[in-house]
């Protein structure tokens, strides 16, 4: 049985799944029965100064008849006193000692403020403190969340407050609202920050209602912009988690968020180098009980690859995300239809035809119907010659492993870009000069 | 008055209660969810009126119920019949791709329904007549395949009226396909909104005997031809003149046109045939109440002309199936109503000309089965008023046409369905008026360009 408790910051965790600070992390009924039910640890809602909150809330975005791919809100931080939160966070860690707590706070730019609200969140017990520099909507106009979180100075100054009092580790979230939010995780560190947590929310309009022209959520037939969470914004995510993961003047631990939903997501973030991972929009959809299958999935996972702990996969697929001229420009592979798999359904041919290189024939379809005997097997042909290896017939293809991608070997060394242009004596890059005048620079 | 089986007008509802119900939002967009949007898809080409099927599913789930009524309905005027009526399974549906996976198809033919009920229950006309062109058709016959010879040549701008000598329009769709899967009153809604595209329907009106067809030939440009078939053929048994002895027809078109409970239908009933029209007679003597019901076919099931899903129906409903039995004669009681039916075993042999094993009665072998009924459901009869029309050619009783323009050998007349293929599905009569549709238009535009350059 694989050791899937993890060690975040010198705090170690039963397990790396924890429960996103937001609606489910807003009372200590909800954490205790998350608790019961096997997350790890919980980041209470946001504490700071109560708030008053609107309806509606929440907006979604369906796919076909699947619920909430994507959802929005425009909800703030908790609506309830600071003192009721860290009491209940006090009960909650006389009753789970070995769950983790975490105190996300968010209060107005001050270092006295802040000073005083890390020194009540340790009081309560917290494991760990989050400091909310990513709330995109509402708070931010307000001068805190995002707002802080989008100026690097004033995310190192503030990180910087809080380690002058704070006795736990720090964690900073992270918008994702800016153009690199490495950068931000490295001003984080440079306040002192023990480690960062991200993506929060992305600035979103979840959509419009066509009869009454009102976005969603509508408060009244008005909205503002929201927070954009859930499965649909997961590969932002990671590759938001692999940037700060790979960026060298970070190199403190990451809590991953974004669309997890289930043990394979949270892989994916460990992977890519999130030591736990936070989940909010799947359990406000299916409620706790989905922790159940992350633990056993993960212990699964665990066990028939032979590692013997989670920590044992952080970080594993973080060299393997690289720059896009160090990949091997000789490295050939060609789709194949499995005629016997192979449904008849075109998809691959249309997607091809229209959508990429025009390498797969389809002969038109005969009119034919069952009543005039068997329908002739219809099975386009990839012109394997013509065919550039970009995967989209095997991504449209809906029959598993009906399409695959096969190495073509080519003879060739392998050379990126990189190399093709050291051999050459040229830059990879691409000047500015280069650029704007649209030629080779002088002297080429 | 027939003693039968009772049942109460609730029970009776209820068994004759759509076989296939209306689908909800909910499930309109579940099933249509499944659909891949595959093109050149299968299901079209599967299709007698190729109707886009992928694309009038795509508009289902972006909402537009009304552009996916019309994309249905632009292809085929009877969208809604063919959606509840159609053998799917051996047409769209046995061709979706998802049936090569080991899936369930697309649920095509309710998805159609629910779309084109969309547009009905609103009484919103999609489609539109074109501009008038001054030229008449008429249509004889108000069934499926003169409605839709007769829509289609609206929207090509010619003023056409179809005659009917029933008295409601509609044809077998109205009085002939099982109650439970479609009402008369589902059939007659879509006339209506066919008539709303400017179709003229005189029922009631018999060619030949209330309009001469000389009439017909002067005041119209052209004559389609959609009468279907005729009366169920005699068995070749005395049965015709005792009591309790009906066709198969009559008795699906009581259940259409009376309440069920006015419907006389025996205790203990033999349905005499093999074929679809057997099996709702069967059907729907079980769901009168007959407590026995035999299906009594020469053949084995192998040759047996209904679809699977027809005969799992029947069994479904309990229905018992005598194999290999032909009819000898019906025994009447003192009173002349059927009171037993005798039959023969029959061996098969070789392949006959229908491409079936052959059948011959083992002599010595007769049996009884005792009835109160006997419903004979063994094909229908080729109309004798073809043989009033001049120069047409018929090829054991059905009208020879041009496959490509359905123009038959009397170059003013054309035709489509039963009367043409002897006897099949309303898809393929709505196929065959669009065809003639086409194929009117196409003569008549010759002739007036003709005209023009004389």
């Known amino acids: 049985m694989p050791d899937l408790s993890i060690n975040f910051c010198g705090v170690r965790s039963p397990n790396p799944f924890w429960l996103a600070s937001g609606p489910p992390t807003n009372t200590s009924y909800q954490v205790m029965k998350a608790f019961d039910a096997g997350w790890g640890g919980a980041v209470w809602k946001t504490i700071g100064d109560p708030i008053i909150n609107t309806a509606s809330r929440y907006g979604s975005i369906d796919y076909k008849h699947e619920r909430m791919i994507g959802l929005n809100n425009i909800e703030l931080i908790s609506d309830r006193s600071i003192e009721t939160n860290f009491h209940e966070i006090s009960e909650v860690k006389k009753r789970f000692p070995k769950n983790t707590v975490i105190a996300s706070l968010m209060v107005e730019s001050k270092r006295e403020t802040w000073h005083d609200i890390v020194r ?95 976005p969603r959520p509508s408060v009244g037939g008005y909205g503002s912009h929201g927070g954009y969470c859930g499965p649909s914004v997961k590969p932002i995510a990671l590759h938001m988690v692999s940037s700060v993961a790979k960026h060298p003047q970070v190199g403190i631990p990451i809590s991953g968020i974004g669309g997890v939903a289930n043990w394979q997501d949270a892989v994916e973030f460990m992977l890519l180098g999130s030591t736990s991972v936070q989940v909010c929009t799947a359990a406000m959809h299916y409620g706790f009980r989905m922790v159940e299958d992350m633990i056993d999935g993960l212990s699964q996972y665990l066990e028939d690859r032979g590692f013997a702990s989670a920590m044992d996969v952080l970080g594993k697929s973080v060299d393997r995300i690289r720059d896009w001229g160090d990949l091997d420009l000789n490295y050939k592979i060609v789709a194949r239809i499995d005629a016997e798999k192979c449904i008849g359904c075109n998809l691959c041919y249309i997607a091809c035809e229209d959508g990429a290189h025009q390498c797969i024939t389809a002969a038109e379809r005969p009119h034919g119907d069952l009543r005039h005997g068997e329908l002739a097997k219809h099975v386009p042909r990839i012109v394997e010659d013509e ?5 989209l017939c095997a991504l449209v293809c809906p029959v598993p492993g009906c399409i695959t991608m096969e190495r073509i070997d080519t003879g060739r060394p392998p050379m990126s870009w990189r190399q093709l242009q050291e051999a050459r004596g040229k830059s990879p890059q691409c000047s500015m000069e280069e650029l704007l005048a649209g030629q080779p620079a002088a002297g080429d | 008055m027939h003693t039968g089986p009772k049942l109460t007008p609730e029970q009776l509802e209820e068994n004759f209660a759509d076989i296939n119900p209306p689908l909800t939002p909910s499930l309109a967009l579940e099933a249509g969810s499944r659909c891949l949007f595959c093109y050149d898809a299968p299901c079209i080409k599967a299709c007698p009126t190729e109707i886009n099927i992928p694309q009038f599913i795509r508009q289902i789930l972006t909402q537009n119920l009304v552009g996916s009524a019309r994309t249905i309905l632009s292809a085929n005027v009877l969208g809604h019949s063919c959606g509840r009526v159609c053998p799917t399974s051996v047409l769209c549906e046995g061709a979706c791709v998802l049936n090569a996976e080991g899936k369930k198809p697309v649920e095509i033919g309710r998805l159609q329904r629910y779309a084109v009920d969309h547009v009905l229950d609103r009484k919103i006309q999609v489609l539109r007549a074109g501009e008038a062109n ?64 400017g179709v003229e329907i005189r029922c009631g009106v018999q060619i030949g005997r209330d309009v001469s067809l000389a009439q017909l030939e002067r005041e ?104 290999q039995a032909a009819p000898v004669r019906v025994i009447p009681d003192a009173r002349g109503r059927a009171q037993a039916l005798e039959c023969v075993r029959t061996e098969l042999g070789p392949p006959d000309s229908s491409g079936r094993r052959s059948f011959q009665p083992i002599p010595g072998s007769e049996f009884q089965i005792e009835v109160d009924m006997v419903i004979k459901a063994v094909g229908q009869k080729k109309l004798a ?70």
């Open chain 1, 120 to 214: 009540r969140a340790q009081e309560s017990g917290a494991d760990l403190l989050e400091l909310n520099f990513g709330c995109p909507h509402g708070m931010s106009e307000r001068g805190m969340g995002a707002a802080v979180g989008q100026v690097p100075e004033y995310t190192t100054l503030i990180t910087s407050w809080v380690k002058e009092v704070a006795t736990i580790p720090v964690i900073v979230k992270l918008t994702p609202n800016v153009t690199d939010v490495a950068h931000m995780a490295a001003a984080a560190r440079q306040g002192g920050a023990d480690a960062v947590s991200l993506v929060n929310t992305f600035n979103s309009i979840v959509g419009i209602d066509l009869e009454s022209f009102a």
């Open chain 1, 387 to 391: 065919c550039v290896g970009c995967n």
């Open chain 2, 134 to 197: 001054g030229r008449r058709v008429a249509l004889i016959g108000a069934g499926p395949a003169s409605l839709s010879c007769a829509a289609e040549l609206r929207r090509l701008g010619y003023s056409t009226v179809i005659f009917d000598a029933k008295p409601e329009p509609g044809g077998l769709n109205t009085y002939g396909i099982a109650a439970y899967k479609m009402r008369a009153a589902d059939s007659i809604r879509e006339v209506e909104m066919i008539r709303g595209l």
């Open chain 2, 220 to 323: 119209y440009d052209a004559i389609f031809i959609g009468v279907g078939l005729g009366q169920t053929e005699d068995l070749s048994i005395d049965a015709e003149n005792i009591r309790r002895c009906v066709d198969a027809l009559s008795f699906i078109e009581k259940t259409k046109t009376k309440g069920f409970d006015h419907v006389q239908v025996g205790t203990k009933v033999a349905v005499i045939g093999g074929g679809n029209t057997a099996i709702d007679a069967a059907t729907a003597a079980r769901r009168l109440g007959a407590e026995v019901v035999y299906m009594i076919y020469r053949r084995s099931r192998e040759e047996m002309s209904a679809f699977d899903y027809e005969y799992e129906l029947a069994n479904t409903d309990g229905v018992s199936f005598v194999w």
């Open chain 2, 385 to 454: 008023f073809l043989r009033e029309i001049p120069g047409l050619t018929l090829d054991r009783g059905k009208v020879v046409v041009n496959a490509d323009t359905m123009q038959t050998s009397n170059p003013k007349y054309f035709s489509g369905g039963d009367c043409v293929n002897g006897g099949g599905e309303v898809v393929d009569a709505v196929a065959h008026g669009k065809r003639a549709a086409k194929g009117i238009h196409a003569m008549l535009e010759s002739q007036r360009r003709g005209v023009a350059h004389a």
